[in-house]
């Protein structure tokens, strides 16, 4: 299928719409090339959307950030999930103009039933942060909000702070997700935010604090230890990959097993004789625990 599914008719149109602010207009342009897959136009597509939009305010806005929220405003509250997208994606850029508002817009697109609305959420999470560091305070206070699709857009955020000068902050704003048990949160905590962007950015530090987090003896915490090394970061740092996950050996809670399994069989496509003496060396270690438990 075609990246975008707009015929440059459309495109004429919705252009000339957005610059008479006709919004609305744009609507049924857009839900006709909607697709099956999430139920939405092609990302190319609305794309062109945004763009349009922006292009259109910086040439005639007198109040870009005003008018952001406002446009955003529209889009988000209407029933069409493209729209939806659309809204978030312009929203964040009028926090400035009224950060209560625009705070809960982005926890309704983030808590939205189409997964992905939640994407856009996410994204649009990451870009407020940078943007606005006054909005930190917020989601240090959302980490713990009851909705697991909150808590895992808030950890997007965390990408916002992923260059030197953030990095303890950002470590120390993901340790408390690091316990989360949802499972929504820890597959994009562990192996993707931790593991994917800040374990290939800044390998020393991150290794550093991974060999920290070894010591609480929480099975969430464990899991998303063991599962930074499941991409490439693990692919690039072998060695010091098992070095953490020996920590981690004769673990008896079922999801830690799991993810050393996991991990190791990932691990072993590349290092087989790394990860065979690891094996062998876990296995003897696991043994003489057991043997250790059974005298006493």
């Not at 999470?125 to 943007?131: D, K, S, Y």
């Not at 006054?134 to 857009?153: G, K, M, V």
């Not at 950015?201 to 609480?216: A, D, G, Q, R």
Request: charge should be positive; aromatic fraction near 12%.
């Amino acid at each position: 299928m075609k990246d975008s599914l707009l015929s440059e008719k459309d495109k004429l149109q919705i252009t000339r719409f957005i610059e008479e602010k006709d919004y609305s207009s744009t609507i049924p342009l857009i839900e006709k090339v909607k697709t099956g897959h999430a139920g939405t136009a092609k990302t190319r597509d609305k794309r062109f959307v945004i763009n349009e939009i922006i292009r259109n305010l910086s040439k005639k806005s007198v109040n870009n950030e005003r008018d952001y929220f406002t446009i955003g405003n529209i889009f988000c509250n209407r029933k069409e999930d493209a729209f939806k997208e659309m809204g978030i994606s312009l929203v964040w850029k009028g926090f400035k103009y009224n950060p209560k508002k625009v705070k809960e817009l982005l926890l309704k697109a983030a808590d939205d039933p189409n997964w992905e609305v939640r994407e856009y959420a996410a994204g649009a999470f990451i870009q407020t942060l940078q943007h606005n560091e006054d909005f930190y305070e917020t989601i240090l206070q959302l980490r713990t909000h009851p909705s697991e699709n909150i808590r895992r857009a808030v950890l997007f955020s965390a990408l916002a702070l992923l260059d030197k000068r953030n990095l303890s902050k950002a470590f120390s704003f993901m340790e408390v997700l690091m316990f989360d048990g949802s499972k929504y949160v820890r597959r994009n905590l562990g192996p993707f935010i931790l593991g994917s962007y800040f374990g290939n950015k800044f390998p020393k530090e991150t290794l550093s604090k991974l060999k920290k987090w070894s010591k609480i003896r929480d099975e969430n915490v464990r899991w998303n230890i063991i599962m930074c090394f499941n991409n490439s970061f693990g692919n690039k740092h072998p060695v010091e990959a098992l070095n953490i996950l020996k920590y981690f050996n004769g673990d008896v809670d079922l999801i830690v097993k799991r993810a050393m399994n996991s991990t190791l069989n990932f691990l072993n496509k590349r290092y087989k004789t790394l990860v065979e003496e690891f094996k062998l060396n876990h296995s003897s270690s696991y043994l003489k625990k057991s043997t250790k438990n059974l005298i006493k």
